[in-house]
Every structure is written in structure tokens, then in C-alpha cells.
């Protein structure tokens, strides 16, 4: 007799959207769904805004579920499921996130760091699957890391590791939302790009950018500029570069410490494309110690914005 296939929930928590989807154990979505996170409206309006997108997308369903998975920003503990401190999420200070919801739905419910259930999303469907070790990074509203090491998932002793974002690349540089300055996501967080560029047009007065956004700054957006540079702006151009350099230096530090030479780059950020790629592992080729060099692999995520929803699915069916 045919084994049965099997279906989990896939709950993909950001700081600006909830994605939802009903995958089979094969890595297929079967449907999905995407709800705002009104993020500061506090933890109570975010966890009713999760159970609003898993009731809708539970009632499209007419399969077995075997659980739900959730990868959430911050620090989680796996073993009780709760979440603390996400950077991105204001007044979470430790919430039983597992908990809350296996009552609302009955289900078992898994909760993971975002970027780890991303991670473990390209490692069993994705691009990592050829890859033993590699470190995910996840350039969205903040930059979230998963590290992969010999097919499984390094957490670290309290469940915290990967905080690719808060690695400190300038102790003098901009306040970063957690409260420390300079942190990678500091310079690379879709909040801070779009700031960073608001302020930069000014000084640029024939940059494309001006004329896609029609002279409104309120749509700068990683698009825009990635729409500008495929234009041949300069300005655009040279600010992939420089975001390029940055991310650079704080990959090599991680590379040094770990001896892990692959690095998967998804999230939204990411569309900058092979010039921001290019330039990581050029800056990384010429900083990390010798011994890596030849070794630095930078790719692009494959699952792309299903990155989340995939690996939270991941979390129901595997062992990692």
C-alpha cells in the first residue's frame, strides 16, 4: 500500500507580513495565504492577526494536518516554543507563541527562529541540499541567519544562534533596533535602506530614481532601486556596491569564526541580484584567511519568498 502523503501548516512571521500556506511533506504548496503583522499594534493584534491567516487557510484545506510549524524573528526556544525579544516585533519580550496556538487549533505546533526554518527550508528543498554546511542569511525587513553544519542545525546553547543581523560592523554606526549601533541590519534592513536613500536623492538629482518614483519619496523601495540600477543609475548602482562590501565584511568575520565557506542569500534584499552577490564574495575573497579563499560560494536562495513557509512546514516533518 502507497504511503499516505503528508500535509502541515507553514506559518512564515515577518515584521511587515504573516505567510501562510498548506504544504505536502514533498515541499508542494497546496495554498497559501498573506495577512499584514501590524506589528505595532503589539504581541496581542500579531498573534490574532496568526490565527485569523491559519483559521482562513485551514478552511480552504480539505487534507490531513500533521502539525504546524511557525518560524518567528528573536530568539525561540524549541522545546517550549516561546519567542523572545524579535527585534522587529515591539513589546515581545517572551511570548508562548507554541503554546497560544496549539490551543487555538489542537495541532502539534513547532516554533523556530525565522531564518533557521528558512534555513532548514533550502537544506531539505532548496538550494543547500547539495551543500553539507552553509549559512543562510535572509535579507528582508531585518537580516535574519541560519547556520547548517554537516546537514543539521547549529541553534547554539540558548537557541540564538545565527544573528547574522546583529554582527557589528562599526561600533559609531547607526542605532540599530536592537539596541545596539552599527549591526549589520543597521545598514541592510529594508526599514534602514529605504531611509538611507530617502535622505542620499536629495544629493542626487538626476538619479532614475527620482523619475520611477514619480517624486514621491514615500515609494523608495530595495525594487526601485534594483529597477534604477538595471537602468544603468549610477547612484543606484554604487549603492548595491557599497551594501554589497558591507554585507561582505560581516560574511567574512562569520566565515573566520565557523570555517563554513557557503553562504544561500534570500529575502527581499536579496533582488538586488548578482551585482550585490558579486561584489559579498569579491570583498569576502579579499578579507577572509587564506585557507578559504578559493573556497567562498555565494548563492542565491531558490525557495525565494517561499523560504518561510517552506521551512516552518519542514519543521513538522523533519528531524533537524
Known sequence: MAKSEKFAVGVDLGGTNIKIGIVSEDGKIISKTSIKTEAQAGPKAVIKNIKKGID???QTNYRKISGIGIGA???VSTKKGTVQNPPNLPGWDEIELGA???KEFGYKVSVENDANAAAIGELIFGAGQKYSSFVMVTLGTGVGGGIIFNKKLFRGEIGGAGEIGHVCIDPSGPRCNCGSTGCIEAYAGNHYIKEVVKKDLRNH???KIW???EGDLERVSPRIIQMAAELGDVYAKEFIHDLGIKLGVAFTSISNILDISTFIIGGGVAGFGK????T???TMISRVLTPLKNRIIIVPAKLKNEAGILGASALVFYNT
Do not use: A, Y
Open 100 to 102: 497560544i496556538i496549539k
Open 275 to 278: 551585482p550585490l552577490l558579486t
Open 211 to 213: 523619475e520611477l518614483i
Open 73 to 75: 524573528p528573536g530568539i
Open 280 to 282: 559579498i564574495k569579491t
Open 56 to 58: 482562513e487557510i485551514l
Open 205 to 207: 538629482p538626476s538619479s
